[in-house]
């Protein structure tokens, strides 16, 4: 059974719990109370709220600089600084628990309330007429009075800005035209002078021949300048020649053809060179090298892409390296 506490005062003994409820103290501040060595009279006759240090010596209140409540206005007590608890009892702005959950409706009365209907009624200084805005800030009730109120020297600019310049309109260009027979179809057609154009349309174009100049022009300087090789390709041609081997470039001549035909002792080879370091490369014969390969009645068109390549295909191994057919 939990051990009961009995306390005897004024002739009178019983329970804690029992003098708890007849003084209106609780068990807990009992307790404590001889727990620190207070007397049997002090422990059932103190009054509650006043602070006290340990050993139940009272804290001094200093009667100047004292505080009102905030709310019901009563005096408060100061703690002398440096006393404990003074701290926290010096920061509090309201006397009681009751007194701090009255404060906000008295303090929010009329139009200090945000939610007070009238609370945003305003007069506007350019006009004088009433309006309603929420905005601290606001003095007027429309754009237009705001800007009323500005000097009118001019357009109206913003602080900070210089004025928009009125642009003039460009005059329209004319441009001049000329006409001209065509020379397929001798039909008259228009054109600027700087227009080096000689047919009236794309269709005459063509059945003059333009589309095979074009072919034949592309074909010149491809020779003139020479065709796009791979990366490889002069390596790969070294590597043949310097171990004997015959070679012929082909590179310029296009449409599917390989680039070298290689002759290694006495063996005809089609050699197409590709260049390991591309995609283009990596991916083999294309699709024009692929038909011209399968239309090819002297043999398989090789890979090479490497000079460790070209020395098997030299001395006849030809078991490493690609080729098409298979």
């Not at 309201?94 to 007070?116: D, F, H, I, M």
Request: positive net charge.
């Amino acid at each position: 059974m939990p051990k009961v506490t009995l306390i005897t005062f004024n002739g009178k003994t019983q329970s804690l719990s029992k003098w708890s409820r007849e003084i209106g103290i609780g068990c807990s501040t009992l307790q404590n109370r001889i727990n620190i060595g207070w007397d049997i009279e002090k422990v059932m006759t103190h009054p509650l709220g006043q602070k006290t240090m340990r050993g139940g010596k009272p804290l001094k209140l200093v009667a100047e600089g004292g505080r009102n409540c905030k709310s019901c206005g009563i005096d408060m007590p100061y703690l002398t600084p440096g006393t404990a608890g003074a701290y926290v009892e010096n920061s509090k702005k309201y006397c009681s628990v009751k007194c701090a959950q009255a404060r906000p409706g008295t303090v929010l009365k009329g139009e200090l309330n945000p939610n007070y209907s009238d609370a945003g009624r305003k007069v506007c200084k350019a006009c004088s007429k009433e309006y309603r805005s929420y905005n601290k800030t606001s003095k007027y009730c429309s754009h237009a009075c705001y800007l009323s109120t500005k000097p009118k020297v001019g357009p109206y600019v913003k602080k900070g800005r210089p004025p928009k310049k009125i642009l003039e309109p460009k005059p329209k260009i004319i441009r001049e035209v000329v006409y001209q027979k065509c020379l397929m179809c001798e039909n008259t057609f228009r054109k600027i002078p700087s227009n080096t154009q000689k047919y009236c349309s794309y269709k005459c174009h063509l059945d003059s021949g333009g589309a095979f100049r074009a072919g034949k022009a592309a074909g010149t300087m491809t020779r003139k300048y020479g065709a796009k090789k791979d990366a490889n390709h002069k390596e790969i041609v070294d590597a043949f020649e310097k171990l004997g081997a015959c070679v012929l470039d082909m590179s310029t001549l296009g449409s599917g053809v390989p680039d070298i035909l290689v002759m290694c002792k006495g063996t005809p080879y089609m050699v197409d060179i590709k260049n390991p370091k591309t995609g283009y490369g990596k991916r083999g014969l294309n699709q024009n090298q692929k038909e011209w390969a399968a239309e090819w009645k002297g043999g398989p068109v090789y890979m090479i892409s490497t000079v460790d390549q070209v020395t098997d295909m030299v001395n006849g191994r030809l078991g490493s390296i690609k080729r098409f057919p298979e």
